[in-house]
């Protein structure tokens, strides 16, 4: 093959491949000093009881202010931080600031936490998040960890022990993209857990992919039974919010009412909750 591509080809492949090694390295090193030099911020996105049209909970999303690339998302750097074990400060970072923001907002509002893989593997998880509401003051019932299959798949055994010693602390546990994985249902099986978010893709294809559509009827059906709460992530178009009502989804998150708003501004949203509008205040900050 590298005959018929021809050598020039070849160095150039090499030569981009080395640029891509570089730019991860450096991204690597802002990375580590991201977090000493006070970077990354936590954003708070609004999840809204279906029924009662309530915000019940809000989602903490972290977000890296970068001094000279500007917002990078989560997506781009969470992986990266997974990989170089980073995840591990900056996860403890993003419990302490979401739990002493939580402990400020009306008590019935909840705040939900992601966790990555590899807090499952730091041995270090249920302290954390221990001393995360120790230091904030925020009963454990009032906190929410969102865990992904992608904890459950590799040495399921002690991930498992560790969900249960943090429901045994009281703090409920959410699967977050669900339906994007390999063997979900096996899961609920495993661990009771007590909330369900069902991914984005599926519900932006709705009302009208049949697919999605009964997808979704089948998540919502089997978890009711179960007593699980389900909430509809990435809600945009109010067909999509009356597609979700009508199949009974408990719960849910979108843009439609509101994009991730920073500490400040959910603050004021949660306290003007008592005439509530639709917010679309937008993520003045955030380029997308
Ligand atoms: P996720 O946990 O599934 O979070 C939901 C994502 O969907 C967020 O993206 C949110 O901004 C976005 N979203 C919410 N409503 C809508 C909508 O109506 N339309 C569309 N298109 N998107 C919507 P974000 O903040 O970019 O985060 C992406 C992912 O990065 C998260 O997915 C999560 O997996 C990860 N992540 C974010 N913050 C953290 C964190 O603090 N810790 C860890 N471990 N992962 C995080
Ligand atoms: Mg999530
Ligand atoms: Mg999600
Ligand atoms: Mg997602």
């Known amino acids: 093959r590298s005959k018929a591509d021809g050598g020039g080809t070849y160095r150039f492949f090499e030569l981009d491949m080395d640029a891509r090694m570089q730019a991860r390295r450096s991204l690597e090193l802002d990375l580590r000093k991201a977090i000493v030099t006070n970077e990354f911020e936590v954003y708070y996105q ?18 890296w202010r970068h001094p000279e690339r500007g917002m990078i998302s989560p997506m781009e750097f969470i992986p990266l931080a ?18 002493t923001e939580a402990a400020k907002w009306p008590s019935h509002v909840t705040i939900a936490v992601n966790l990555s893989p590899a807090q499952f593997k730091s041995k270090n998880l249920v302290p954390a998040v ?14 929410e960890l969102e865990i992904t299959e992608l904890v459950l798949i590799q040495d399921n055994e002690s ?3 560790i969900l249960h010693q943090l429901r045994d602390l009281g703090i409920r546990i959410a699967m977050d993209d669900f339906g994007t994985g390999y063997s979900s249902l096996g899961y609920l099986r495993s661990f009771p857990f007590d909330k369900i978010k069902i ?32 909430t509809a992530e990435g809600v945009e178009t109010d067909e999509q919010l009356s ?4 199949e009974g989804c408990t719960e849910f998150q979108g843009y ?33």
């Open 82 to 99: 997974e990989e170089t074990g980073l995840i591990v400060p900056l996860g403890e970072w993003i419990l302490r600031q979401a739990c």
């Open 243 to 246: 597609s979700v009502t009508s």
């Open 199 to 230: 991914d984005q893709s599926f519900i932006q294809d709705l009302p009208h992919k049949e697919e999605s559509l009964a997808i979704v009827r089948a998540v919502v059906g089997l978890s009711s039974s179960l007593g699980i709460v389900t």
């Open 159 to 161: 991930a498992f022990a």
């Open 130 to 143: 221990t001393k995360a509401l120790v230091s904030s003051g925020l009963p454990a019932k009032r906190l």
């Open 256 to 288: 439609l009412f509101s994009r991730p708003q920073s500490a400040g501004d959910i603050g004021r949203t949660l306290s003007e909750q008592a005439t509530p509008t639709i917010n679309t205040a937008s993520e003045s900050t955030e380029t997308r």
């Open 46 to 63: 609004p999840i809204i009881d279906v029924k009662t049209g309530a915000v019940t909970s809000c989602e903490a999303l972290v977000r």
